[in-house]
């Protein structure tokens, strides 16, 4: 440790001398930058995050990091005991023995097992082969069958082989062959056609949200396995989107359909229901929808076919419809039978609707033939209680200066509805916790009292619950509670005294003012752990606008977030600031920019920094620097252009610069339709002419997600202009970059290194990552 320490002292002094000398960083700079990368902190944290893996009656076990290795710890929830799950230096011993290799009790070389069948063993694999151990004898043996399971069956996708999806009752297995819907017997494995007429760009439960696609089926199967919910999407006059390979002899052309803002003709679903045993397309009788989720632009963006919910008995489908601009949302229930469709209730909003963040906010409640519904309409998003029959309001169920995040429990025995909650707590607006409230809006509770952001995790059967609370700057605390909020055990709490005493210090949190001068904005700030506060540091300004998101993402503590600690190891303070117009606020605030997302929260991100420089003087905001990646892209470039005397530096990762080549259901929900929004207005390309600082745009040639034309887009208006940029580009990436990531972050680094902090970067440093050697061999 000592000798540890020694050596990330002679790099802070390294890193001092050079930047004051004004010189140029070396190899050991960039080396003690990269030591505050993920890869490089976690090894270094003890207890952090669990993981549950969940057992018969609600127990569950876990495995936690020490700084010797791991321990596998059992929790039994109803009477709140943890103990070790079996005895490590017994199990280290015999699968020494069985294998001829030495393993450690802390070093075990497995981070999962299952038990038996009998709950008497477990299996697990190591030495490249399955092992079962006697938890009572201890006696290690090679496994050749399947590992049984006490873990219950809710939840797991039991049988299923790639892209189908098993049926409740674990029987059946749907799929997509030649674009119809077949099912699987998983134990005969005899198949079934259950639709004849789906054709190539018109099949049944295809998946294509234009900038996502996938193989496996989007559908809803009833309780009782006898039905399916599904659609038959039709593509067959949708645009297609093309992009080509880079090799050796002629490119492979890729092409797939892909709707741009104002195309006359968008993909649409008609929703069918599908029964089973007989097989039969019941076709709801109703025009087909656009291809439109209320969370999303994505139709399966929750993990299933969205926005359906079956009544018990499989007899009724409650769906919601949503406009092709989310402006208007349907509540409608089908009879599963008929396929007739009975109009519920609709809200239509002046600019967009949400359902929720993370999930899906509304409820089909068959029994009492009521519905749990989401919106905004009081300025917060809130929860409301409607008859199914009539579609009447009965009463507002949530209400208050806070916002309803996620809906987790409905016990429509008790009428309680269990849900998470932002803005409750007045030292940071996002910070999460978890509440309770009755359907009449009464006996409102809230069951993690803590203060700090809490991640909740529900036990399979609703009855416990899993908290882990924590912020940006303080680790987390992870206990178990009942639903009631009773703290039934203190599992782990995280320590960070090895990452403190190689140098490490948590980031700082801050609250500023938004451009209107009054309206309270969040974020953090990252500073050299070597700071002097008497010199000079260029700033950095990380930006993702949304207004699907933010900057920040989570506000639970993290060790690392992403590269920005090791930017400022290189003499930058970095920031990342949650400007106005983006989500888990209230509506108002979302809305800010609606119509015009070229502002991407820039002049928030402008004031905010120099408010900050007003508290910190060694903030140089003479130099300061943007980056970004996809919509952080696509602000940086505008930052540059609309902003060009404060922002002197930007890296443009990946930007969808111009909205109406981007996919058809981003822009139309947060920009509007093209017909009712001036899109030319908020196109990079138009504005590149007023370039003065460097400017790096990056972008992957195969990216299927932001198409490489946005920024081909602003290079060919640069070179209209005789403007002076840099580009980098990955001829056979994605969105993402993959394997070349770390090439992206090095040029990153020695970009700004180069052009904001004005001295030389060592010639391509290679970032190394490695495993956390506590994760086995």
Known sequence: MNKFLLTATSFVFALSASAQQGTALTAKDYEHAESMMSYNTEPFIDHGSLRPNWLAGDSFWYRTLTPQ???????????????????QQKLAASLSAATGEK?????????????????????????????????SSYQVTADSGEAGSKEPAMGRRRGGRGNEIISPDGKLAAFIKDYNLWVRDVKSNAQTQLTTDGIKDFGYATDNAGWKSGDGPIMLWSPDSKKIATFKQDQRNVSDMYLVTTNVGKPTLK???????????????????????????????????????????????????????????????????????????????????????????EETVPTQYESGWGSINW?????????IWFSERDNWGHLYLYDASTGKLKNQITKGDWVVTRLLKVDEKKRELYFIADGRQAENPYFSQLCKIGFDGKHFAVLTPEAGNHNV???????????????????????????????LSTLE????????????KPVTTFSVKAHDGKTDIYGLMFTPTNLDPNK??????????????????????????GDNQALAELGFVVVEIEGTSNPLRSKSYHDMSYGNMAENTLPD????????????????????????????????????????????????????????????????????????????????????????????????????????????????????????????????SAHGYGAYSPYMMRRRWDYFVKNLLGIDAPKEYQLKSKPDPRNGR
Not at 493 to 504: H, I, P, Q
């Open 605 to 732: 991100q402008v004031t905010g920094i120099q408010q900050l420089a007003q508290k910190y003087s060694y903030m140089d905001i003479s130099r300061v620097g943007i980056w970004g990646h996809s919509g952080g892209g696509f602000a940086t470039a505008c930052a540059m252009f609309r902003f060009p005397d404060f922002f002197k530096v930007g890296i443009s990762e990946s930007g969808n610069h111009e909205n109406r080549n981007y996919e058809d259901d981003w822009g139309e929900r947060y920009n509007g339709l093209v017909a009712n929004s001036n899109y030319d207005a908020q196109a990079n390309q138009n504005y590149a002419k007023n370039l003065k600082g460097k400017l790096m745009l990056a972008h992957g040639m195969l990216d299927n997600n932001v198409p490489p034309y946005n920024t081909l887009l602003v290079v060919e208006a640069l070179e209209k202009a005789n403007k002076d940029y840099d580009l980098v580009i990955f001829p056979n």
């Open 103 to 135: 393993y450690e009790a802390s070093m075990l070389p497995f981070q999962f097992f299952t038990y038996s069948a009998d709950g008497k063993s477990i299996i697990f694999s190591a030495a490249d082969k399955q092992w079962k151990c006697d938890l």
């Open 457 to 487: 995790t529900l036990s399979p059967s609703n009855t416990y619950f899993i908290d882990s609370y924590s912020k940006p700057d303080v680790p987390p605390v992870t206990v178990l509670r009942n639903m009631d909020g009773k703290l």
């Open 69 to 87: 290795g791991s321990e596998f710890i059992l929790v039994n929830s109803a009477k709140g005991t943890k103990a070790p799950a079996f005895d």
């Open 536 to 561: 000079k540091y260029p700033v950095i300004d990380y930006i993702y606008p949304g207004p699907q998101g933010g900057s920040v993402g989570s506000w639970s503590f993290a060790a690392s977030r």
């Open 363 to 371: 409820k089909y409640l068959a029994k009492t033939n009521e519905i």
């Open 493 to 504: 709490k995280t320590d960070v005294s090895r990452l403190a005493a190689t140098g490490w």
């Open 255 to 345: 092409a797939w359909k892909y709707p741009l803002p104002g195309d006359k003709e968008i993909a649409t679903i008609q929703r069918v229901i599908i029964n089973v045993d007989a097989p039969k397309v019941i076709v709801l009788q109703i025009p087909a929808d656009p291809h439109r989720a209320t969370l999303s632009d994505d139709i399966a963006s929750s993990g299933t076919f969205d926005d359906v919910d079956w009544n018990e008995a499989g007899t009724k489908l409650a769906f919601v419809s949503t406009s092709r601009d989310h402006k208007q949302e349907k509540v409608r229930i089908a009879d599963a039978a008929t396929g007739a469709v009975q109009e519920v209730f």
